[in-house]
């Protein structure tokens, strides 16, 4: 296990709930618990889509149509409480409106619920230290992020209306898989490396000089990131690099629930790479593009622009070995300017520039 002196400074002003998650336990990783439990979190959501949530659906929805949330939403919310009886639950008006709801309060809740868990438990507050770190940068990384994700929202349910109209090659039940239960394992797997490639090169078309300063650029204000920078983008940013998601059903088949479950999974993958913990199993360094990649990423801009692989920055020429592992991150930093006496212990009050 990498035990590298950048990993995160832990003090005694930390909440005294931020220290003892620390505390916890050891488990396999053989690290603090605020390392493990992201861990631990992705493959519990997978697993349990998979022997739980999946087979259940199945039971209670032998013939259903209609998209999973819209379904369930309409049942209990929707019909009963919201639209008159004259609108049909298949009307396109209706399917439409419901969705733009359904978009943005999911997102708003995924990107604060689980935005906050990541900002309480797993990242580093000294890092709001470093100088880099914008004044009051958490409040406007949120807000930014809340007046973009609406926008993000518009084309987004223009996808998902056509996936809810049967254009998409979802589906309800395993035995449509043409390889039953493997076939769920191999769609995962393929839908991480399909959109892991895709990100890739929407990632680094962004950087290109033409469009960078109009969609990305405002991202890469946050060079010291905070969870909440995790959906900080532009709209148009933002719709770019989450379309390989929505790109995927609709060229290969896959179940309604491990989809809806993968959509979960990529805001906590998101959130992880910007939760500025470093530590990951040795093993995995060489290959999974962690939040200490994502972290040089920010700081150095023409790096590391994967998404869960360090594949295709190989490929393309584009990696770079984490900083941070190298003794050189943001943490060395730090204290590097601690022990000269050159940093304040205000919080938050960074004194990088708000341009890059």
């Known amino acids: 296990m990498i035990r590298s002196t950048s990993g995160p400074i832990r003090n005694h002003n930390k909440p005294a709930v931020m220290r003892n998650c620390t505390l916890i336990g050891r488990h396999f990783y053989d690290v603090p618990v605020n390392s493990a439990v992201v861990g631990h979190l992705l493959a519990f959501t997978l697993v349990h889509i998979l022997f739980t949530v999946v087979p259940e659906y199945e039971q209670q929805t032998q013939d259903l149509t209609m998209d999973l949330v819209l379904n369930v939403a309409d049942h209990y919310v929707l019909t009963p409480y919201v639209f008159p009886a004259s609108w049909p639950e298949e009307g396109a008006l209706r399917q439409i409106l419901s969705l733009l709801v359904l978009t943005n309060l999911g997102a708003a809740v995924l990107y604060l619920g689980l935005g906050a868990i990541s900002y309480f438990f797993i990242f580093d507050h000294d890092l709001m230290k470093h100088p880099q770190f914008l004044e009051n940068q958490v409040r406007r990384e949120i807000k930014y992020a809340m007046t973009s994700l609406p926008v993000i929202s518009l084309p987004t349910v223009a996808l998902f209306f056509y996936e809810v109209r049967g254009y998409s090659k979802l589906y309800d039940n395993v035995h449509d898989s043409p390889l039953g239960w493997p076939g769920l394992f191999l769609s ?61 059903p609709f060229m290969f088949p896959l179940h309604k629930v491990l989809y809806l479950g993968l959509y979960v999974f990529v805001n906590i993958w998101t959130i992880s790479i910007h939760d500025g913990d470093y530590r990951i199993p040795l093993a995995l360094t060489p290959a999974i593009n962690g939040s200490a990649h994502h972290t040089d990423h920010h700081l150095f801009f023409d790096y590391n622009y994967g998404q869960y692989f360090t594949l295709w920055d190989r490929l393309g020429g584009s990696y770079r070995h984490p900083s941070a592992l190298l003794g050189k991150g943001p943490h060395d930093l730090i204290r590097k300017l601690q022990a000269e006496g050159k940093l304040g212990e205000d919080r938050g009050k960074g004194r990088g520039s708000k341009e890059e």
């Open 188 to 248: 995962m797997v393929s839908f991480l490396l399909f959109t892991d490639m895709c990100i890739y090169w929407i990632h680094r078309f962004l950087h290109h000089r033409l469009v960078y300063k109009l969609f990305h650029k405002p991202h890469h204000v946050w060079k010291i990131p905070s969870p909440f920078a995790s959906h900080a983008f532009h709209p148009v940013d933002g719709f770019m690099q989450g379309l390989p998601y929505h790109i995927y």
